[in-house]
């Protein structure tokens, strides 16, 4: 089996679990190191980062009186790491569902011969300091709601503005949460920014692969953890032609693994693991995922030229 295949079979695979997994009784917490939206409505799973969120606020302070929230986030940080470490960004690119969206989306575009929208370089690499503000966002911002500093709306920040808030549950029949809140001004702020953030999602999506991904802060948390994680890109530069299909099909536009000429670990901050410039490498074992030393997958010429063909 092709490993693109083989990927898109485990990334509807993973929709229909994460999506609607709760449904038929699919509990896998929320430690889920993708977006899989506890506001979809029998869902499989939670995205680790409304949980955080929480922990951070409300599950902090509950900690010094108990000791028990802390134990809980503790937990469920524990989990999420070992779930990172085992499969790495295999959450982004075979797993996350909202990563499947952007890819419908692409395959629409694609399919009314639209042209991808290209992001200068330099560009990107300014964009991609948004989601460790994101970050910096959903640390900072849910003890002082919990503190009573700010209004109580502001508890769970990052999902007030979060696409995947609004989007996914349509999936489930839930269209709520593509509409204005008045319940309060603060609730009408962050619906009004939902809606916005949805907007340029939507459109970005259409436009350029993988969009969303450039600013998730969970692909920026994920890559923290990389010291941890087994699954790795590796390159061998010597086997390498310089051919460029791994730039060229690459979806977050990646130029480490093309550019790079000594080091063998080519996992850049942005990779998805995707596979497509492995599969994509006419180059005998110049590039493969391997987890650990153990290779699961190398580039070849007849994997290439299939590819190529099919494409």
């Known amino acids: 089996m092709r490993l693109s295949r083989l990927r898109h079979t485990v990334q509807y695979a993973s929709f229909l679990a994460l999506m609607y997994g709760g449904r038929f009784g ?12 506890p506001y979809v409505p029998g869902c499989g799973g ?46 982004c690119g075979w797993i996350c569902p909202f990563g499947l969206i952007q890819d419908w989306f692409s395959s629409v ?53 979060c696409p995947g ?9 839930e269209t709520s949460y593509m509409t204005l809140n008045f319940d309060n001004a603060v609730s009408l702020g962050f619906s009004a920014a939902l809606l916005m953030t949805t907007g340029i999602a939507l459109v970005g999506m ?3 692969e993988r969009f969303f991904c450039i600013f998730c802060p969970m692909l920026a948390l994920i890559h923290m953890l990389k010291p941890l994680t087994a699954l790795r890109l590796i390159k061998a530069p010597s086997s390498c032609t310089g051919c460029g299909n791994c730039r060229r099909v690459c979806p977050m536009d ?9 080091s063998r670990d080519v996992q850049s901050e942005e990779c998805l693991d995707c596979g497509r410039c492995v599969e994509s490498c006419p180059s005998g074992g110049a590039l493969g995922i391997y987890f650990s030393k153990l290779k699961l997958f190398a580039s070849s010429r007849a ?8 494409r």
């Open 26 to 37: 699919l509990r896998l917490g929320s430690a889920v190191p993708c977006f899989s939206c």
């Open 46 to 91: 939670y995205c680790y980062l409304m949980g955080l969120q929480g922990y951070i606020g409300f599950g902090m302070s509950f900690a010094v009186a108990k000791g028990i929230g802390l134990l809980h986030a503790l937990a469920y940080f524990t989990l999420f790491v070992v779930l990172v470490a085992v499969f790495g960004k295999l959450w």
């Open 109 to 161: 575009r694609r399919f009314f011969g639209i042209r991808e929208r290209v992001i200068p370089f330099e560009t990107k690499q300014r964009l991609a300091y948004v989601k460790y503000g994101l970050l910096v966002y959903i640390a900072v911002i849910p003890p002082l709601a919990t503190a009573g500093l700010i209004h109580q709306d502001f508890y769970l920040p990052f999902c007030g503005i």
């Open 165 to 173: 808030k609004s989007i996914l549950p349509l999936f489930a029949g």
């Open 206 to 208: 259409f436009f350029k």
């Open 254 to 262: 990646i130029e480490t693994v093309h550019r790079e000429k000594t």
């Open 303 to 310: 994997c290439a030229a299939e590819t190529r063909k099919i």
